[in-house]
């Protein structure tokens, strides 16, 4: 088992550009959520998804930030027109059900 | 919203020495995690405690929950370098997002 695997680790973006991160879940789970760390700060929650739904996204930006869990293939964290303020690491984690995280390692996100 | 606040905030703490940290939490939560993070790494799950009362040990950590003070303790035993990282704790409603607190780095220095 691979665990959650995310991609790139680490991704360096100018601003103005997009930036997408991937998440695949561990096999067997079909809860996937996203979450941000800015520097020196605790985890903060963006989205939860399951396959094709997005379940609550109360913490995602309002402008610019999107994210999709497709039926086939991993989820995606899209950043629309980067800016220095996004540059952060954002963490994937997994669940078979809504119990007992698996976190990604991470992609570090650097806007330019 | 759901708060959760650790403290300290830092901790240098000298090798063989015991210390505690302290996660407080602002509304009745059904479970409680504690992570640890190394520089640059993902998170690693080090317990879940479910219950009021709920004590789990692994190695020199041992995590502790009482659900009536809303308050979680990481106790660090006998300390060695390798446990220097930070360490968070998170908790979660009957909803899906964990909630965590601001971490706490812990220095062990020889």
């Known amino acids: 088992n691979a665990g959650v695997m995310q991609n790139p680790r680490h991704l360096v973006r100018r601003r103005g550009q997009e930036a997408r991160l991937r998440c695949s879940p561990m096999?067997?789970?079909?809860?996937v959520y996203w979450y941000r760390q800015l520097p020196e700060e605790g985890l903060k929650f963006m989205v939860y998804?399951?396959?094709?739904?997005?379940?609550?996204e109360s913490g995602m930006p309002k402008e610019r930030f999107s994210a999709e869990f497709p039926k086939e293939g991993p989820s995606i964290l899209r950043i629309q027109q980067v800016v220095r303020g996004d540059s952060a690491a954002y963490f994937c984690?997994?669940?078979?059900?809504?119990?007992?995280?698996?976190f990604g390692s991470g992609t570090r996100l650097t806007v330019v | 919203e759901l708060k959760v606040e650790q403290n300290p905030l830092f901790l240098s703490m000298q090798e063989g020495k015991n210390y505690t940290i302290y996660c407080n939490y602002s509304?009745?939560?059904?479970?409680l995690y504690w992570y640890r993070q190394d520089p640059g790494k993902s998170l690693e799950s080090l317990f879940v405690?479910?219950?009021?009362?709920a004590v789990k040990q692994e190695g020199r950590l041992m995590a502790s929950l009482d659900t009536k003070a809303r308050l979680s303790t990481l106790h660090i035993t006998a300390a060695v370098h390798d446990l220097s990282a930070t360490y968070f704790c998170?908790?979660?409603?009957?909803?899906?997002?964990?909630?965590f607190g601001t971490g706490t780095s812990l220095t062990v220095i020889p």
């Open positions: 984690a997994s669940s078979p059900f809504n119990y007992g995280y698996t």
């Open positions: 096999k067997g789970h079909s809860h």
């Open positions: 998804l399951q396959k094709e739904n997005i379940i609550d």
């Open positions: 509304t009745t939560s059904d479970r």
């Open positions: 405690l479910l219950s009021n009362g």
């Open positions: 998170a908790v979660s409603n009957t909803g899906n997002q964990f909630y």
